[in-house]
């Protein structure tokens, strides 16, 4: 890199403490802005927002999906015409494409970016997506950090709405684990349960997407019932089947559909000539 941008952390949570070790650690000078926490790192600690932003190149905005805009707001009047917002924060594309207006509206370039990875043990090596009108200056300017960013086509919003559908899959299925081992640890087969999860996560495939999505819709009936059977049983374990009845409701929509789908097509009555 031939020239080390100078950039401003808006929060030293989980997060921002290891974005700021690492930029640090590459020489990168790096001013924070956190109301709750003293950094102990050699980075610059500021006042407010707007006395951390101004005269850098970048600002990382990693505090909080409730704080995003009101930093981005009070951050406006020091920030340069050629200063590049990145806000890290997961939030919703809505939220995301708000804060792009009102960046656009001041002259800010702003840049959606999705953190793809938990942080702790990658710190600024974790995987991330970038869209929005700066996406690719971001990707530039990180990726000479060796943060493996990708740019996202499309206007801020569009990473954040791919790092959440992810979310519905993998903490979905992270909360479906938890309360099934729950329910098997009353039921005193928790290891038998854990090693079984384990094979089929390990056996997992391309070809297994296909098969879940085919399954469900084809066994609409049959696994609406076997749900409706598990909530009856994980109450009487005294286990709050939160997962298990979403997936009952879930294919009972399912079914409703395809039931609805199912009934013959009336064709209006004909009307006898007068």
């Known amino acids: 890199m031939d020239h080390l941008p100078s950039i ?19 020489g990168v000078p790096v001013r924070v802005y956190d109301p709750e926490v003293t950094p102990p790192d050699a ?13 850098v190149d970048a600002v ?15 951050a406006l009047p020091s920030l340069g015409s050629d200063t590049i917002w990145a806000d890290l924060n997961t939030a919703s594309p809505d939220l995301k494409r708000r804060l792009a207006e009102v960046a656009a509206e001041a002259g800010v370039r702003f840049a959606d970016v999705a953190i793809m990875a938990p942080v702790p043990g990658k710190g600024l090596r974790v995987p991330m997506l970038a869209s929005g009108e700066a996406a690719e200056d971001v990707a530039s300017l990180l990726g000479d950090l060796d943060t493996p960013i990708s740019v996202q086509e499309g206007p801020a919003g569009a990473a954040a709405e791919r790092k959440l559908l992810r979310s519905v899959f993998f903490k979905g299925i992270g909360a479906a684990v ?8 009353r039921a005193g087969c928790e290891e038998w349960l854990r090693k079984n999860i384990a094979a089929e996560l390990a056996e997992a495939g391309p070809e297994t997407v296909e098969r879940l999505v085919t399954g469900t819709n084809k066994h609409a009936r049959r696994r609406y019932d076997e749900m409706a059977a598990s909530v009856d049983m994980l109450r009487e374990l005294g286990v709050e089947p939160l997962v298990s009845t979403a997936s009952r409701d879930l294919l009972g929509n399912l079914l409703a559909e395809q039931e609805q789908a199912a009934l013959p097509f009336e064709s209006p009555p004909r009307l006898r000539p007068s």
């Open 60 to 74: 990382l905005s990693v505090n909080s999906t409730s704080s995003a805009m009101a930093a981005l707001v009070a």
């Open 178 to 185: 938890v309360e099934a081992l729950a329910a098997a640890r």
């Open 8 to 26: 401003a952390l808006l929060g030293y949570g989980e997060a921002g403490s290891h974005f700021g070790r690492d930029l640090v650690a590459a």
């Open 43 to 55: 980075v610059e600690v500021c006042a407010d927002e707007a006395d951390a932003v101004r005269g």
